[in-house]
């Protein structure tokens, strides 16, 4: 499928485009944080090829990615992974692989058989698979994965119900858990900033997220924990990048944080 950043970047965007431009600092190399390769249920798809071109047209140096919510999942999750693994392959400068899990299904032998292969990250996603974050059986993958120091990525945004309280037993019995919070944990986004302001461990993604909630998040929780996505194929580059640099000047949130905030806050993880 043809994409069309000048759409996104041209026409009446062509301004917000050199403002985006203008302020990302010189010398930052932008990492999103959150990219999907495959294929959804919903008909979305996205190839290694089309992320490489849409990173090089937006000037983004690195992206993690991981699988949708894959028709080809079946029980493991090994199909979808695969497709990951191979793109990174591709472009191992360019993309950092996470695999993704079904927890609701035995997930021990892809769980192994994806760190043995060299994942660098979980992305588990409770509105897609259907299941809640003290359920378990995720909180025991929580504990495979503080135990191997492998980060995780939880979708925190649309659809959620309950994000804080189910996850802050598991932040608080693994202080080392490496999370990613995508989305922001939006729906519930000034309860999360302050439930897991001392978890240095912790990160906000800002993909996809209103702007009054981005903004909120911008003026409640230090910038060095947040970090730039973009949600490929469902944000695109140049808007998601318009999105946390103007909600990071409305809030006041001063130019020396944006370099952590689009590159060195994730990159300290995944150098
Ligand atoms: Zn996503």
């Not at 944080?33 to 090089?56: L, Q, Y």
């Not at 939880?154 to 959620?160: E, K, N, P, R, S």
């Not at 909630?213 to 929780?221: A, T």
Request: a negative charge; glycine letters at 8%.
């Amino acid at each position: 499928m043809e994409h069309d950043i000048e759409a996104l970047t041209g026409g009446a965007l062509a301004s917000i485009w050199s403002w985006v431009q203008g302020k990302i600092p010189a010398g930052v190399e932008v990492f999103d944080a959150h990219a999907h390769i495959g294929s959804d249920i919903d008909g979305r798809t996205m190839t290694g090829d089309g992320m490489r071109e849409r990173m090089e047209a937006a000037g983004v140096k690195k992206s993690i990615v991981f699988p949708l919510n894959d028709p080809n999942a079946r029980d493991d999750y090994s199909g979808p992974n695969d497709v990951v693994w191979n793109a990174y392959e591709e472009y191992p400068s360019s993309f950092v692989p996470f695999f993704r899990l079904n927890p609701h299904l035995d997930y021990d032998r892809e769980f192994g058989r994806c760190v043995e292969r060299g994942f660098m990250g979980l992305k588990l996603h409770p509105v897609s698979q259907k299941f809640e974050l003290d359920d378990p059986r995720v909180v025991r993958l929580f504990g495979m994965a503080a135990a191997i120091d492998l980060p995780v990525l939880i979708h925190a945004g649309f659809a959620m119900q309950r994000i804080v309280e189910p996850l802050l037993p598991t932040v608080e019995a693994h202080s080392g858990l490496r999370l990613i919070l995508g989305h922001s944990a939006m729906v519930e986004v000034l309860s999360a900033a302050h439930a897991f302001e001392g978890h240095q461990n912790l990160l906000f993604e800002t993909s996809v997220v209103q702007a009054k909630d981005l903004y909120e998040l911008c003026s409640s929780i230090d910038p060095s924990r947040i970090v730039y996505g973009s949600d490929i194929p469902y944000g695109d580059l140049p808007s998601t990048l318009h999105a946390i640099l103007a909600a990071a000047e409305a809030a006041g949130v001063p130019e020396e944080a944006l370099p952590g905030i689009l590159s060195e806050n994730i990159r300290r993880w995944f150098p």
